[in-house]
DNA sequence: AATGTCGATATCGATAGGCTATACAAGAAA
DNA sequence: TTTCTTGTATAGCCTATCGATATCGACATT
């Protein structure tokens, strides 16, 4: 990510578990929508999406084969697993309880 | 912090500036107030609070002085600065910027 | 005086996550 | 063959936070 890792840390993982439930993509895809659906505010370079994709999978959230993309070019598909897809449902409700904290903070008294 | 510092880090600054903003505060008293309007969500630990004080002090956001608390016990006040009132919308329209951003990944399509 | 303790401030080492830079593989294009 | 592009991968660094620990002054107890 750019700068804005200067105000939100730690979300990366959320955004990438968020992205493969909509459907199954390859790294560099899951890159690029993020950076089209937040208009350039993240964008998650390579150093930190492969890793994140390789901490993801290591515990048991992600799967990955090798495939292609939609034009046809060699590529890992990576694909949420059922204990991902728990692990979303629990990260977002987490998410909204911390901005929700954030929320008193700013907005408070 | 606790935990939460795995899901959002980096407002810890916003979050102290915003506090000091509503009235000069010693140290433990920012954290204390953070805690209680977060109903327990962030808190605060000295080893974070102190160094991040000083971060804020050094880069002129913050002044302090020594002074008492209301019980009357020693204690350093710290201050807003003109310039830190400036920091702090700024980070403040950053955090709400970012935080659209990652609505849209987790709301959208 | 000596000791204890409480509130408050301070710092150190470890950890973790993200960043920059770089590298490598494979197919397309020249 | 060489070059370019796409996609994957990793090494090294930086920085914020945390846990643990230390200090300091005021006050109480002995």
Known sequence: MNKPS???QGTLDLMILRTLE??????V???ERIRQVTNGVFVVKAGS???ALHRLEGKGWLES???QTEEGRRAKLYTLTRAGKAQLA???RNFRRVFHAMNQV???E
Chains 1, 2 share one sequence.
Do not use: D, I, T
């Open 90 to 92: 629990a990260e977002k």
């Open 65 to 67: 084969q090798w495939g």
């Open 6 to 8: 200067e105000v939100l």
């Open 29 to 31: 895809g899951v890159a």
């Open 22 to 27: 909509l459907r199954p993509m390859h790294g």
């Open 106 to 108: 700013l907005e408070g």
């Open 49 to 51: 999406l492969f890793p």
